[in-house]
């Protein structure tokens, strides 16, 4: 593990030429070791990485200093097929794990596409699906609050255009939040949501009913003003 901590200091010092010819060598060597290793080895650094309140964050600062850092290469040659066996294997923990790791499967389309064949998955990458399905396995908090964060972050697209309309049919964005509640339901800080809930929902609302008399309006701005509603 020496060029491991080598590498590291030198990513961490900023000489990325150099880190990034470390990081591969680590990796070819890694790949000569015994399965059991390299298992050890990936669940480690994504022990650390991945014990955040959150998905794993885009490059940034923050994410470029930290000490435990996946980057895409050893992503792709060391964690990514044990994440494809451990899914299988109907791993919780791995699972989620793949869910916050979604920053990788969005860069790399090739890639994402052979993992989901890998694991019999059709269609495209979903975070959410990963994490409900871990938390169907193992109902733990972490994981429901991850799932519900991700849930919100989706609702809150829905609305960014807000006050000139959701993007979705009301009955579409009723099933969203809906969704949303009875996973809400599940969790032991119902309180964190509570005002946000009314927000979408007020929203829900509303929306509901502009789009089912949108003959006496001009949009939905119209609609707030001529009923002295501010949404956004």
């Known amino acids: 593990m020496d060029l491991w901590d080598q590498y590291n200091k030198t990513r961490l010092a900023g000489d990325k030429k150099t880190a990034t010819k470390m990081l591969l060598n680590f990796i070819a060597l890694l790949k000569e070791k015994d399965k059991g290793h390299i298992e050890d080895f990936a669940n480690d650094l994504c022990k650390k990485a991945l014990d955040i309140d959150g998905i794993l964050p885009n490059n940034g600062v923050k994410v470029s200093n930290d000490i435990d850092r996946i980057q895409h290469p050893i992503f792709k040659e060391i964690v990514l097929p044990i994440l494809v066996e451990q899914y299988l294997e109907d791993s919780p923990m791995h699972i989620k794990w793949i869910g916050q790791l979604e920053q990788f499967f ?9 993992f989901l064949r890998q694991i019999n998955v059709e269609g495209y990458f979903s975070t959410l699906h990963f ?6 396995i193992d109902p ?8 519900l964060k991700r849930q919100a972050q989706d609702i809150e697209y829905l ?17 969203v939040l809906a969704d949303f509640k009875d996973y809400l339901a599940k969790s032991e800080y119902k309180e964190t949501w509570r005002t946000r809930l009314m ?27 001529q009923n002295n509603i501010a949404l956004a």
Not at 106 to 114: A, F, L
Request: glycine share 2%; charged share 25%.
């Open 140 to 147: 733990n908090q972490d994981t429901l609050s991850l799932l």
């Open 199 to 225: 927000e979408w929902e007020n929203i829900a609302g509303h929306w509901a009913v502009y789009c089912a008399r949108k003959t006496f309006y001009k949009d939905f701005i119209d609609y707030q003003e």
């Open 106 to 114: 969005y860069s790399d389309k090739v890639t994402t596409e052979n």
């Open 159 to 175: 609305v960014h255009e807000l006050p000139w309309m959701v993007l979705t049919e009301p009955a579409d964005f009723n099933l």
């Open 131 to 136: 994490l409900e399905k871990s938390f169907a």
